[in-house]
C-alpha cells in the first residue's frame, strides 16, 4: 500500500491544507465517519430500546476488541470521552491525605496537572514535578529525572506515555518499577500512545491506563479509554456518578447518564480501518517520515531533536533561533502559518528556542514539512 499525499480522499480534510497536527484532536476517516452514522440511525429509530437494552452489549463487544489490541481483558477496559476525563476519575476516586505525594513531570499535560493540582488542593496532599530534561539524550535521564523525585511519601505518580509537548516516548516500564520501589501507585496518561506505538497495556505494570483512540486510532472524537488492574476496580469511580454506583466497574462507566455513544461504538470500524492499512506499517511509515522531517529541520535551523527510540509519529523540530522563546511569539507564528499558508502545526515554547511539534500521518509526504520550514524560515518577527 502506498501512503502520502494518495491517501488523502480516505480523509474529509480540506483541499490545500497542509495538516500537520494529527496529534491535537486526530481525523477521523470517511469510513469510521459512515459507521458512526450507521450507529446514529440505529440509536435514533428506537431512541429507549437502544439506550436501554442494546448499548450495554455493544459497549462491551467495543471494549473486548480494544483489550485483543492492547491487552489483557475487555472486562478491564471501560470508554469515556477523553484521557483527561478517565485521569480525572482516577484522581476523584484517590485516596490522597495530608502528607501525601503526588509526583508529576514538567512534561506532563497542562490538563492533567491542573486536575492533579486540584485533587492535591482538596486532600491536603502535595504535588511534586520531576524535571526531565530537554533535550534529552536517551531514556536513562527520564528514569534518573523522576527517580530523584520519588519517596516515602510518595502515593501516587502520573506518567505520560508520549508526551503532549514535546513528542517522546518515555520508558515506561522502567519509570514504573521505580516508583514501586517506594511503593507508589502508577497513573499513565496514554494520550498519544494507541496506534502510534504498539501497546501491551497489562504488561506495563501500571495501576490505571488512560488513552484516546480519537488522536492516533482512528476512532470518532470523544472516544477514549480507561483500563484498571483488576484489584484497583472495586475502589475506581467515574468523575460523574450515574444510576450504577456501587455496582461494579463496567456497570458504572458504561452508563453515566444520557450521552452520545457513538464514538466508542465505532471504534471497532476504526480498528477495521486501521488493520486494513497494517497497523505495522502505519507506525513504520510515520516514524521514518517525521524523523526525516525532523532532520530537515534541525539541519536548517541549526538545532537538536530527541533520540529515535524516544520518537513515535510526532517530534519536536526547532525553528530559528532568532525567535524570541515565549508563548506570545509561539502562538503568532501558528496563527500566521494557517493564516498565510494554510498550514496547520503547533508551535511551542520550550527552554530557549521555539520549537514546532511534528505530527506525520500516512495522508503525509516529506514536501508537507518542506512547505512548513519553507515559511518558517520566510517569517520575520514584528
Known sequence: MTFGHAMRDRWPLADGATYLNHGTVGVTPNAVLAAQNDWRRRMEAHPARFMLRELKPALRDAADRAAA???????????????????????????????????????????????????????????????????????????????????????????????????????????????????????????????????????????????????????????????????????????????????????????????????????????????????EAVRAYNHALVREAAGLFARRFNGPVAPSEMSGSMALAPLPARLTADAATAAALRDRLLDDHDIEVPVVAWGDRLWARLSAQVYCDLEDFERLADAVAAYQQE
Open 69 to 279: 489490541l492492547f491487552g489483557g481483558r475487555g472486562q478491564d477496559y471501560v470508554f469515556v470521552e477523553n484521557a483527561t476525563t478517565g485521569v480525572n476519575a482516577v484522581l476523584r476516586s484517590a485516596e490522597l491525605g495530608p502528607g501525601d505525594e503526588v509526583v508529576v513531570t514538567d512534561h506532563t499535560y497542562g490538563a492533567v496537572r491542573n486536575a492533579a493540582a486540584y485533587a492535591c488542593r482538596h486532600a491536603g496532599a502535595t504535588l511534586v514535578t520531576a524535571a526531565i530534561p530537554f533535550p534529552i539524550a536517551g531514556p536513562d535521564d527520564a528514569v534518573s529525572a523522576l527517580r530523584g523525585m520519588l519517596g516515602a511519601r510518595t502515593r501516587l505518580a502520573i506518567l505520560d506515555h508520549i508526551t503532549s509537548d514535546t513528542g517522546l516516548v518515555l520508558p515506561l516500564t522502567a519509570m514504573i518499577a521505580a516508583c514501586r520501589e517506594v511503593g507508589a501507585r502508577v497513573l499513565v496518561d496514554g494520550a498519544h500512545a494507541p496506534g502510534q506505538i504498539a501497546l501491551d497495556i497489562p504488561a506495563s505494570g501500571a495501576d490505571w491506563y488512560a488513552a484516546n483512540l480519537h488522536k492516533w486510532h482512528f476512532a470518532p472524537r470523544s472516544c477514549g479509554l480507561l483500563w484498571a488492574r483488576p484489584e484497583r476496580q472495586a475502589e475506581l469511580h467515574p468523575a460523574v456518578i450515574s444510576w450504577r454506583l456501587d455496582e461494579g466497574f463496567t456497570a458504572e462507566f458504561d452508563w453515566t447518564g444520557t450521552r452520545d455513544p457513538t464514538p466508542y461504538l465505532s471504534f471497532p470500524a476504526a480498528a477495521d480501518f486501521m488493520a486494513g492499512l497494517g497497523e
